[in-house]
């Protein structure tokens, strides 16, 4: 074989490989970049009395989504968690959670696309909706809001107080 083929057959076999791996490297380029979750405000929207003294009967949270990937994430679950003593609260003390828009009407909760390089914020409503739930709900020692985001994870945001 002369050497004008050998390079000839050297380039084709590396085009070949830059034509099966290429898509995948630029993927992987495209990815990399942070996701960032952060918790603008935590406050109590509506506020009830008892004989005990004034308690939040609705929370409002505040987040800002930042996709630094050159791709679209989703956000596809958000929650906020309660802790006493370590100890998740149990189920049925979850708090109900809307989407509140900027004439205050609310809407069901839902996936947040986030586009490449691009800012979301959302306002959430955090409302127990029952007395007892509000009880065990200032119990709590600890709260977190949590972020599911496809392909990332969890994102994991301390809130303070707690109810």
């Not at 791996?21 to 506020?47: E, I, M, N, S």
């Not at 930042?66 to 149990?90: H, I, Y």
Request: charged residues 25%; glycine residues 6%; aromatic residues 8%.
């Amino acid at each position: 074989m002369s050497t004008a083929e050998r390079i000839r057959l050297i380039v084709a076999v590396l085009g070949l490989i830059v034509l099966l791996v290429g898509p995948f490297v630029t993927h992987y380029v495209r990815a990399l970049g942070k996701v960032q979750c952060t918790v603008d405000f935590w406050y109590p929207q509506r506020v009830g009395f008892r004989p005990s003294g004034s308690v939040a009967e609705e929370r409002r949270l505040q987040v800002t989504f930042s996709n630094r990937k050159d791709v679209s994430v989703t956000v596809s679950e958000m929650r906020v968690e309660f802790f006493k003593e370590g100890q998740s609260l149990a189920d049925w003390t979850r708090p109900h959670m809307d989407f509140v828009d900027e004439h205050d009407r609310k809407s069901p909760l839902g996936p947040v696309n986030i586009p490449p390089q691009l800012h979301e914020q959302r306002m959430i409503s955090v409302t127990p909706g029952r007395a007892d739930i509000v009880r065990e709900l200032q119990k709590a020692d600890r709260a977190v809001f949590v972020a599911s985001i496809d392909g990332v994870g969890d994102k994991r945001v301390e809130l303070t107080p707690p109810w």
